[in-house]
């Protein structure tokens, strides 16, 4: 009934920005936090930063001040801005997001996609 579409991943060299889009559809009521993780080959997914509805942010202390998180509540998206790409940051990264929809037992649920690979690679 709810699904979350990540878009906006690919190829870039060292150096280099992109932007991932997220959204959510379906018969949504609200949203709360809505979030970014990352998943590289053969590690533990594990949180990149987090959005609340009203605005306030927070990163993991390596990726503040390469990435930004941001959203458009009117259009239930999430947004990931990420500079200054790393190899390190090569990843499978997730959206997540507390919703509550039609079928949720009037309960907030996190709600995953099902992920975009980013490749940073010279």
């Known amino acids: 009934q709810v699904q979350l579409v990540e878009s906006g991943g690919g190829l870039v060299q060292p150096g280099e920005s992109l932007r991932l889009s997220c959204a959510a559809s379906?018969?949504?009521?609200?949203?709360?936090?809505m979030g970014w993780y990352r998943q590289p080959e053969g590690k533990e997914r594990e949180l990149v930063a987090t959005?609340?509805?009203?605005?306030?942010?927070n990163y993991v202390d390596s990726m503040e001040g390469r990435f930004t998180i941001s959203r458009d509540n009117a259009k239930n998206m999430v947004f990931l801005l990420m500079n200054n790409l790393k190899p390190e940051d090569t990843a499978v990264y997730y959206c997540?997001?507390?919703?509550?929809?039609?079928?949720?037992?009037?309960?907030?649920?996190?709600?995953w996609g099902q992920g975009t690979l980013v490749t940073v690679s010279s």
């Open positions: 959005i609340t509805d009203g605005g306030n942010t």
């Open positions: 997540n997001a507390e919703i509550l929809y039609f079928g949720s037992d009037y309960k907030y649920l996190g709600v």
């Open positions: 379906g018969s949504i009521f609200s949203i709360k936090t």
